[in-house]
């Protein structure tokens, strides 16, 4: 007879075995490796949350810690691989196979244990592509992941740091598995319900709070001068010229410029209400002088940056909040968001081709993308029109198609021509190139496609690729903005100069901007004390940062 | 430590009267520009003394660009280079000419 509940019966047996270590729903930190144990089976597909912020760094120790003749041969389906345990299952046998999203911090062992064959690699994700595949083909068997606080019932309160949460359970509980929350503690009523308890099987207390990360925390001490002239840049000859309202910004010191400058330098230039008013954005702590300048009209973030809670707390007319008051993040809508409710991103990178690929990658570390390329790409689904997107497919495609002429997302790479330590970045061929090649992948690990790409700015100009017609003049306007690195002195002067003529290259004194002017002294906030002090004392920096 | 001197013809005379300026610092990634005016009205010279060796093709463009660009004659610029990135010399040259226009 054909049973059509298999997977329902199988969770039964699962939820029995693991029910026997159990106080109802509730298992203390110490039975967690036998909690493991015993819902785990060899082969399954399991979800360890944890991104570039919050980790269940519990779970994933009792994890690593299994009988591996009870639990092996796992096939890992997680957005981060941030901690050493990530991998360590590996080396132990527990885990086989990885399709991820992220690996910051691991990015070089994860290199060395893919090229010795110690982990068999499905693909390299971005994370709403890899939150689409739990829904289709990754469905996890078990997900562990990360909550502040539960009740008895299972509900769970995951604070300010929602993130990933909400996704992986409806994937996981909604298909037959298994959930498991580590939280810091059980309280009788939590103060906001983010995870119902219906959805989670499992509540391990671990006594202390999650591990985050302060991934979105600039020193505004650190900005250079150059990287104020390239934000100077970028505001006039971007945000002024297609009245950019709706944004996303990456973690650079750049775009940590441009949030500094725009109660000072942007606020001269009258653009107050005009643009950058709409974010998809963590909370970062750079932008705090913008929201008390009265820049910003609402924010929705990925997740929450440490610090920042009661701050966000005390704004929630910028902020999405609870009813408990707190930030409500979450990481798939707000991709969503970025993706399509967005008229530009602007971020840094690592390396950029002659055709304007991106990549941060190197030839030994495998980085992972996290949510740049769904915030870098342009938006083929998108159909609703604004002032910026239409502009920029105008500017792409002058022939008068009429009302059928598409809009363009503005997609920008900001950066110096020189990175760290001088290495250029700009180059012939992308490192990313020579890494799939040496671990036989089938595509190049590419941030953001050249033919996504509408500006580049350094901080010898903006280079206006909408304009550019063919192959050719994009390589020369590329050229044209890489200053003194290779790909810059070969550039064919003629051509650069009627590129400029053209406004394709836009220099600063096209802009009326003087190099000379690009100085600290325009910054909104000089020090992460100065950002305390415009946060009324709100924001508290984590140690790391603070100096006083 | 690498020495380098470049020497150029200028179309115009520095602006300003101020006869010496110190801008930057010496540190890793920055540079100090002593600036001081002492050659005729159509020349230039940049001494050059860096930590990082083999960039004498890149000083010399970077060299160039500012002699075009800004018209320096008069000055000798004295430079000590703690391996600055080109766009942060471009930066510091141009900063040493500005400070040479103050009128005391």
């Not at chain 1, 909370?283 to 750079?286: D, F, L, Q, R």
């Not at chain 1, 002058?398 to 059928?404: E, N, R, S, V």
């Not at chain 2, 005016?37 to 159509?42: A, E, F, S």
């Given at each position: 007879m054909t049973t059509w509940q298999r997977q329902r019966e199988e969770r039964s047996a699962r939820l029995e075995a693991g029910g026997r270590i159990a106080d109802g729903k509730l298992v203390a930190a110490h039975d967690a490796k036998r909690l493991l144990e015993a819902v785990i089976r060899p082969g399954d597909r399991v979800c360890v949350e944890g991104d570039n912020q919050k980790q269940a760094d519990l779970l994933s120790a009792a994890l690593l810690g299994v009988d591996t003749s009870k639990v092996n041969n796992l096939h890992m389906i997680q957005t981060g691989v941030v901690l050493p345990e990530h991998l360590d299952i590996f080396e132990r046998g527990i885990a086989k196979r990885l399709d991820f999203a992220y690996s910051g911090p691991q990015s070089a062992r994860i290199a060395t244990m893919l090229f010795g064959g110690k982990i068999e690699l499905g693909a390299v994700h971005t994370y709403l592509e890899l939150f689409a595949r739990y829904f289709i083909d990754l469905t996890p068997n078990v997900a562990l992941i990360a909550a502040v606080s539960a009740d008895r019932e299972g509900n769970l309160y995951t604070g300010p740091n929602t993130e990933d949460t909400p996704t992986v359970v409806e994937a996981t509980s909604f298909k037959d598995g298994i959930v498991i929350a580590q939280v810091k503690e059980v309280v009788d009523?939590?103060?906001?319900?983010?995870?119902?308890?219906?959805?989670?099987h499992f509540v391990v207390t671990a006594g202390q709070p999650f591990f985050v990360e302060p991934l979105f925390t600039r020193d505004p001490a650190a900005i250079t001068e150059q990287q104020i002239l390239t934000a100077m840049l970028a505001i006039k000859g971007i945000y002024a010229r297609y009245g950019v309202r709706r944004l996303n910004h990456g973690i650079g010191f750049s775009t940590a410029a441009i949030e500094l400058l725009l109660p000072t330098y942007a606020e001269k230039l009258g653009l107050k209400g005009k643009v950058a008013s709409h974010f998809a954005l963590n909370?970062?702590?750079?932008l705090i002088p913008a929201i008390e300048s009265g820049w910003v009209q609402q924010i929705h973030s990925f997740g929450s940056e440490v610090g920042m809670e009661d701050y966000v707390r005390a704004r929630s007319d910028i902020f999405f909040t609870g009813l408990d008051g707190s930030l409500r993040s979450n990481r798939a809508f707000s991709q969503v968001a970025g993706l399509y409710a967005c008229d530009m991103f602007i971020g840094s990178t690592l390396q950029i081709d002659l055709q304007g690929n991106s990549s941060t990658?190197?030839?030994?570390?495998?980085a992972g993308f996290g949510g740049a390329p769904n915030m870098g790409a342009d938006a083929r689904g998108r159909r609703h029109p604004s002032a910026p997107w239409l502009r920029a497919g105008e500017e792409a495609d002058?022939?008068?198609?009429?009302?059928?002429r598409r809009g363009r997302k503005l997609v920008v790479q900001i950066g110096e021509t020189f990175g760290d330590k001088n290495a250029p970045l700009f180059v012939e061929k992308l490192d990313a190139i020579s890494l799939a090649q040496k671990l036989k992948?089938?595509?190049?690990?590419?941030?953001?496609?050249g033919d996504d790409v509408t500006h580049i700015v350094t901080e010898e100009g903006i280079a206006n690729l909408l304009l550019c017609r063919n192959a050719n003049e994009r390589e020369q306007a590329i050229r044209g903005v890489a200053g003194y690195t290779d790909v810059g002195r070969h550039r064919d002067l003629k051509m650069v100069q009627q590129l400029r003529t053209r406004g394709v290259i836009v220099r600063p004194e096209d802009l009326g901007i003087d190099a000379l002017d690009a100085d600290r002294s325009l910054l909104a906030a000089r020090s992460i004390k100065d950002l305390v002090h415009w946060s009324g004392g709100l924001y508290a920096p984590p140690s790391k940062f603070r100096n006083w | 430590m690498e020495d380098l001197n470049f020497r150029h013809r200028t179309r115009a005379r520095a602006a300003g009267i101020r006869t010496q300026a110190i801008v930057g610092v010496v540190a890793s990634g920055n540079l100090e520009v002593l600036a001081e005016?002492?050659?005729?009205?159509?020349e230039c010279s940049v001494e050059i003394r860096t930590q990082a060796v083999g960039f004498g093709e890149v000083w010399s463009a970077v060299i160039a660009d500012f002699v075009e660009r800004y018209s320096p004659g008069g000055l000798r610029l004295s430079i000590n280079d703690g391996g600055a990135r080109p766009d942060t010399v471009s930066l510091r040259l141009a900063q040493a000419v500005r400070s040479m226009e103050a009128s005391t």
């Open positions: 009523k939590v103060p906001r319900v983010d995870i119902p308890a219906d959805r989670v909370p970062h702590p750079a990658v190197t030839t030994s570390r495998v002058p022939d008068d198609k009429g009302l059928l992948l089938d595509l190049a690990p590419v941030m953001v496609y | 005016r002492v050659l005729p009205d159509t």
